[in-house]
């Protein structure tokens, strides 16, 4: 019998006792934004915060393959694209609902991830080759859009205005503003599974070390794939909330460049591999948006600032701006604090 | 038709395997991606455009003037940005090549605004008529020009001192600093002779292009599948993979319509990545 | 338990490891000594999974392991270390151990205790809370060595755990092995260090320019000639000689 093997079972529960203070501000913090709209009188702010919470919530998808995983992909875009014309297609072509067009969205960004997933991490590649490789798919799509008749080639796909919870289109800013709080709350739920489960452990080892970490047991294709699969489902529900939203789809939109950037520069700058990275950064970067739009009102000021800051967080701040409150990830969110003082006060 | 598709696509391809050499010696000797690749093309373009337009300067006499300068701007920006910021780390230099990337696009637009801008030479629509096609002056020019640099880089790096060093650079970095080669240095100069590249392809593209904020974009995947299609680090392999390019796009879009056609690009890039990543001439990946 | 047979391997014209057969059966320490680049190491990553053979073939208690990928390997049981460290450098040391742990369980709970449990084991208590990229060479080696343990092994294949050890640090690491193998591990060693070697192993295989110049237990390969010329000039036979007095 091995050496393991007179394992005795920890007591349970133990460890989720810490962390109470971020389980407390994340209580609050949920229930602010769910009474919020009461408060807001002016509902263009409710439309920004919906746009931020958007942005967060595709920014999260890249975090998990990006922040956690330590794949950067840089055609994320392909996932937000393909779900937006799944489910619109379904909706104009086959009258299907968007109630249940999302969720066939939400399917085929899985399975593109699935595709793409595998034919990349199966043919071995990783860093740059990887994250160019995800460019040339979303960069195929969007040529493909372009040309073929059922998504309406160049002309793109317009949606009738029709609000109800079956089409998950709202008359009022309020109703969109809870669809991305709840697409929020899921990514951020996401987010912190893989922060307390083997899964994320194991793509933190795949992150740090690919090599070790197959060494030790850890199945690293299977293990990328799962989480690229899982940023493409959350990709595709994002496009079918930006349909429903914006009523219209052609392919520079579904397949922009510029979305594959916004949604890795949030992450990067609030923090790669943490909770609530995405958040901060799309936070911030709004923050930057206004301010810069206040001052020259130009086009292209405010993505001069996005790249600044860009190159100024992966030089100096790699952790992104979450890294100021944490000196280094925690996989187990903070329960491993709490544990460490118990043990130092054991050897005292 | 097919005969034309397939010159054109040559003259283009000249460019094209210009504007990748730039980017596979960056790869072959310094191990990094420029993605500010294409945007740095767009700067090419945008300065031979204003010396045109302001000061009437002809794009190819204009590259006597934009290629010394881009080479200096790409060796200040290696030397005094890039190398110090990455810290040598893969990730970072992507991260922070595509938020050069960024800034450079979207300085463009801010100043230049986003209208497409093309030139009109004296000569632009003279053609020489070669019966079954009629291959306009600027993009014979082009196609020569194109050539002579190339077969100068060629030269550069074959019979020069210079040339030795960068190799020695590019085989075997610790042994270079070894025999007394400052690398650092080196790795710049790399850099400023990459972005160079782009400063003449940018003068000889004007003539037979546009240019607007986001050309650079178009190009960043063709230069990409270039390289990856020649194998990274091999100047024939930019070359002939720059020929190939060109032929296989403008046969794509004789056959598939125009906008089909810029799949093959991509398609070809995919496939090399997947099946063959060294690429036709390359070694290790 | 571990059968190499006929094991081949060719990069381009070099043959790094030629016709090797040896095996290690379980309960046992079995080490691999040799020269600077007679091709242990990759010896190691080919039986580990890392590396193809060209030729030959290698079984785990009689199950064919020959080009299984690594993490398959490692399930059925027989995991390797690192000659050159490779921490999870962005992990500290408990979350470090905890990905081998999680090798046999999905429950994060069970693995902190599996891995807190493989930190005493050997000695690394202490440190469980210190970021792996801060670490002593010493403690890397013991990081890697903790880490496979927490799989569960039931051979451990150890690719020079005592370099660049000094000689406290040394017999520490040669009673932690010991231990592990009384525990039930099989251990299977690349190592150099030739006090080590002596102390631990119960058999030795010697490895020159990829092929196996002897095997046997430690002492009648210290006095095979072949194995103190392939040494020449490094003093080794020297140690062997003199090192079996302690």
Not at chain 1, 141 to 160: H, K, P, Y
Not at chain 1, 257 to 270: D, F, R
Not at chain 1, 276 to 290: R, S, Y
């Amino acid at each position: 019998m091995t050496l393991l093997g007179k394992l005795k079972l920890p007591k349970a529960a133990n460890g989720i006792s810490a962390g109470r203070k971020s389980m407390i501000f994340l209580l609050i913090a949920a229930v602010v934004t769910l009474v919020a709209p009461t408060f807001i009188t002016n509902k263009f702010y409710l439309d920004v915060l919906t746009l931020i919470f958007f942005t967060a919530y595709i920014g999260q998808s890249w975090n998990i393959l990006g922040g956690y995983a330590g794949q950067f992909s840089f055609g994320g875009v392909m996932f937000f694209g393909t779900g937006a014309y799944t489910s619109t297609i379904l909706l104009t072509t086959f009258g299907i609902p968007p109630i249940i067009g999302i969720f066939a969205a939400v399917a085929a960004g899985a399975i593109l991830g699935l595709i793409v997933g595998y034919m990349s991490f199966r043919a071995g590649l990783r860093g740059s080759y990887f994250a160019l490789i995800t460019l040339a798919f979303a960069e195929l799509l969007r040529v493909l859009a372009n040309s073929v008749e059922f998504t309406g080639g160049g002309v793109g796909l317009f949606l009738t205005y029709a609000p109800s919870l079956k089409n998950l289109q709202f008359d009022t800013p309020t109703g969109f503003y809870y669809f991305s709080l709840i697409l929020l709350a899921i990514s951020i739920a996401v987010a912190i599974w893989l922060e307390r489960s083997r899964f994320g452990a194991q793509l933190a080892a795949i992150r740090e070390n690919e090599d070790a970490a197959e060494a030790l047991g850890i199945d690293t294709l299977r293990c990328k794939i799962y989480a690229i699969m899982i940023m493409g489902a959350m990709g595709g529900a994002a496009g079918t909330f930006y349909a429903q939203k914006y009523l219209y789809l052609d392919p520079p939109i579904a397949y922009s460049i510029a979305l594959s950037v916004e949604m890795l520069l949030v992450t990067i700058v609030g923090g790669m591999g943490t909770v609530f990275g995405p958040l901060v950064g799309a936070f911030v970067l709004h923050m930057v948006n206004e301010i810069t739009r206040n001052f020259i009102d130009t086009p292209g000021l405010s993505m001069i600032v996005y790249g600044v800051i860009l190159i100024f967080i992966i030089s100096y701040l790699p952790n992104g701006l979450m890294g100021l409150f944490r000196k280094r990830q925690d996989i187990l969110g903070g329960s491993l604090e709490t544990t460490k003082n118990e043990l130092e006060s054991k050897d005292a | 038709m097919l005969a034309a598709a397939v010159l054109n696509g040559l003259m283009y391809g000249a460019i094209y395997a210009l504007v990748a050499l730039g980017l596979t010696l960056i790869y072959g000797v310094l191990h990094i991606i420029n993605f500010a690749h294409g945007a740095m093309l767009m700067l090419a373009l945008y300065s031979a455009f204003f010396l045109f337009k302001l000061f009437n300067i002809d794009p190819y006499v204009a590259i006597l003037i934009v290629t010394p300068a881009s080479f200096i701007l790409g060796y200040v920006l290696y030397r005094w940005g890039i190398g110090k910021l990455s810290k040598g780390r893969d990730q970072n230099i992507l991260l922070i090549t595509l938020g050069l990337s960024i800034i450079i696009e979207n300085s463009a637009l801010f100043f230049f605004t986003g209208d497409q801008q093309t030139v009109n030479l004296s000569y632009s629509y003279d053609a020489l008529d070669l019966g079954f096609v009629f291959l306009s002056y600027p993009k014979i020019i082009s196609f020569f020009a194109s050539l002579l640099i190339c077969a100068l880089l060629w030269a550069l790096m074959s019979l020069t001192d210079l040339g030795k060093a960068i190799r020695a650079v590019a085989k075997e970095r610790q042994g270079a600093r070894l025999v007394g080669i400052d690398v650092e240095h080196i790795f710049a100069v790399t850099f400023g002779i990459g972005i160079a590249c782009l400063g003449a392809a940018g003068c000889m593209l004007l003539p037979i292009f546009y240019v607007d904020p986001y050309t650079g974009n178009i190009f960043v995947v063709i230069a990409f599948t270039i390289v990856v299609l020649g194998g990274m680090g091999s100047i024939i392999g930019a070359l002939l993979g720059g020929f190939v390019i060109g032929i296989t796009e403008s046969v794509g879009g004789l056959f598939l319509g125009e906008s089909l056609g810029q799949i093959g690009i991509s398609l070809i890039f995919i496939i090399i990545l997947i099946f063959k990543p060294t690429g036709l001439f390359g070694s290790k990946v | 338990m571990l059968d190499v047979r006929g094991v081949t391997k060719r990069f381009g014209g070099l043959v790094a490891v030629s016709s090797v057969d040896l095996s290690v059966s379980r309960g046992e320490i079995v080490s691999l000594i040799g020269p600077n680049g007679a091709g242990k190491t990759t010896l190691f990553a080919i039986i580990a999974g890392f590396l193809k053979p060209d030729e030959g073939e290698i079984t785990l208690n009689n199950n064919s392991i020959s080009g299984l990928k690594p993490h398959k390997i490692c399930k059925m049981g027989m995991v390797r270390t690192f000659q050159i460290t490779q921490p999870f450098a962005g992990l500290n040391t408990l979350e470090n151990i905890m990905v081998g742990a999680y090798a046999n369980t999905s429950d994060q709970f069970i693995a902190r205790e599996t891995a807190e449990r493989v930190a005493e084991m050997v000695g690394m208590t202490s440190q469980l809370y210190k970021p792996a990229d801060g670490l002593t060479v010493a403690a890397r080696k013991r990081l890697e060595l903790a880490r496979a343990l927490a799989t569960n092994p039931e051979l451990l294949l150890l690719d020079e755990v005592m370099a660049g050890l000094n000689p406290t640090e040394i017999d520490e690491v040669v009673h932690v092995i010991k231990e592990i193998c009384s525990s039930g591990v099989t251990i299977f060693l690349i190592e150099h260090v030739m006090k080590a070697v002596i102390n631990l192993s119960d058999r030795t295989y010697v490895l020159n320019d990829g092929e196996l110049i002897a095997k046997g237990t430690p002492r009648s390969v210290a006095s095979d000639p072949g194995v103190i010329e392939a040494y020449l000039g490094h003093g080794a036979a020297k140690t062997m000689m003199g090192g079996d007095k302690k």
